[in-house]
């Protein structure tokens, strides 16, 4: 069964940093392009970030560029996602899910989410 | 404002058909068929209902379908049932910029 378990959401002021961490297990996790979508507070999904299986490609959101940085260690099966110069917009649920599909970067489907971790910016 | 524009709320009857639409660019939901339907209830993660346009992954009910023509989408739902009322959202890869993925502005979906 796959799962995937975000952690690091805090409160912290504007213009701080944190990290977010999310672990997966059921499936071979260096074979999938992985994603971070956020959900402010009762508004709809948008989508933040994704890096592919081997961490060689990475794109963002316009909204994120330069600011939020994604990596991940097939090591230990985890994904992160480094936030920089928080604004009060980037206060959001922010979930990290799975690609469908191997062996290409992204067909925008993701079959698999986290229950998201909560990062307030106050 | 989000890339793919859908309606704020579409509603229909127990046992009626409700489409929704999702509507974005030639650089977008026109250009490929890397469209994708969530579903999300308050509350829960979303849940992944079609892929590629029209393909339903194991486990989802045969009710909802998906198609395309030009640059909409559409996800429609037949035979409404009350737990399908919930908040869907569409989705796209997209050409525009460097960004890879974006998403429709969801629409909340009510059963009368």
């Known amino acids: 069964e796959v799962q995937l378990v975000e952690s690091g959401g805090v409160v912290v002021q504007p213009g701080g940093s944190l990290r977010l961490s999310c672990g997966a297990s059921?499936?071979?996790?260096?074979?999938?392009?992985m994603h971070w979508v956020r959900q402010g507070p009762g508004k709809g999904l948008e989508w933040v970030s994704l890096?592919?299986?081997?961490?060689?490609?990475?794109y963002y959101a316009d909204s994120v560029k330069g600011r939020f940085a994604i990596s991940r260690d097939n090591s230990k099966n985890s994904l992160y996602l480094q936030i920089n110069s928080l604004r009060f917009e980037d206060s959001a649920l922010y979930y990290c899910?799975?690609?469908?599909?191997?062996?290409?970067?992204?067909?925008?489907?993701?079959?698999?989410w986290g229950q998201g971790t909560l990062v307030t910016v106050s | 404002q989000s890339a793919l524009t859908q309606p704020a709320s579409v509603s229909g009857s127990l046992g009626q058909s409700i489409t929704i639409s999702c509507t974005g660019t030639?650089?977008?939901?026109?250009?490929?068929?890397?469209v994708s339907w969530y579903q999300q209830h308050p509350g829960i993660a979303p849940k992944l209902m079609i892929y590629?346009?029209?393909n339903r992954p194991s486990g989802v009910s045969y009710r909802f379908s998906g198609s395309k023509f030009g640059n909409t989408a559409s996800l429609t739902i037949s035979g409404l049932q009350a737990e399908d009322e919930a908040e869907y959202y569409c989705c796209s890869y997209t050409s525009i910029s460097t960004q890879y993925v974006v998403f429709g502005g969801g629409t909340k979906v009510t059963v009368l």
């Open positions: 899910a799975k690609d469908l599909v191997r062996g290409i970067v992204s067909t925008a489907s993701l079959d698999h």
């Open positions: 890096i592919s299986g081997d961490g060689r490609s990475t």
């Open positions: 030639s650089s977008d939901v026109g250009g490929y068929n890397f």
């Open positions: 059921g499936f071979t996790f260096g074979d999938y392009t």
């Open positions: 590629d346009v029209s």
